[in-house]
């Protein structure tokens, strides 16, 4: 580019007019320049913080975990924690009844109370569920993200995710279970998934992770499911009677015009069978 800037310099001192060479390379700068700018707005504009972290959370509630594996100070039930900054979960008896530090089994029968939440920067709630009730194994919650408002500020993206459980174990007696998983928030093709679909933390799992792309470049958005069943493809369906292969048995019935060409030097001929069927016709043998 610098030798095409010094013909063109060399063409306007001169005083020459500009023929179409001229122009090309005139045109050629100011594409470069106009890219060379371009590519500078967009590094300027590019974030310093995304929010990749699920924008629609599907959990289900999960008492056949171990919690020595799901809800300990090194929790391993989670596949990938590259854009994870820190998780933690602790079970217990129900904190400020007087024996509860004294309830050996933590693990759930019931849920009574769900609380999750969406932390900020400062790790303070920003987006809340709660709901009260009975509720057992394998029950549904769904919580959505404030990743599906629009034009939120940074200091609106969601930091970190965390849960609260309270019940009673087999024995009746009130246990909680709380955790909280803290994310990375780094932007660029490696920064999500943050949580996968079969993680397991504090007797949750989730069952479905949906992203967004509003916060999270480089995400393809990710249609909502619907309630009602898709049409039905159109492509026939296979039959039920499979398709019957050919077997390397000759056929019963010859053709009528058996062909005349003789055999290769290498191809063995089969011995006729003692006991022909009365029903085949003799072939002509082939000289």
Known sequence: MTKRRLLLQQSITSR?????????????????????????????????????SPAIYSFVLDFGQDPQQSCHPQVNTLQDETNILGVSCQASGLKGLNNSSSVTDVVPVKVTRIQVYELD?????IQIFQVTGDFDNGHPITFLSIV??????????????????????????????????????????SSFPVLNVG?????????????????????????????????QPT???????????????????????PTTAPPSQKQDTEQPTTSPQSHTPPTASIR
């Open 121 to 125: 920067a400062n790790r303070m709630p």
């Open 16 to 52: 020459r007019p500009c023929n179409s060479q001229c122009w090309l390379i005139i045109a050629l700068i100011v594409l470069n320049d106009f890219c060379y700018k371009g590519s500078i707005l967009v590094q300027a504009q590019a974030p310093s913080i995304c929010a990749c």
């Open 235 to 257: 492509t026939a369906l296979p039959s039920a009677t499979p398709t019957v292969l050919p077997t390397n048995q000759p056929t019963l019935n010859p053709s009528n015009n």
């Open 148 to 189: 599906n408002q629009p034009n939120l500020d940074s200091d609106k993206l969601p930091r970190g995710l965390e849960a609260t459980l309270v019940g009673i174990n087999a024995a009746g007696e009130p246990v909680e279970t709380h955790w909280q998983i803290l994310f990375t928030n780094q932007c660029g093709s």
């Open 199 to 231: 993680d397991q933390i504090g007797f949750f799992q989730i069952v479905m992770a949906s992203l967004s792309p509003l916060y999270c470049p480089g995400v393809l958005p990710t249609p909502l499911p619907t309630v009602a069943p898709t049409k």
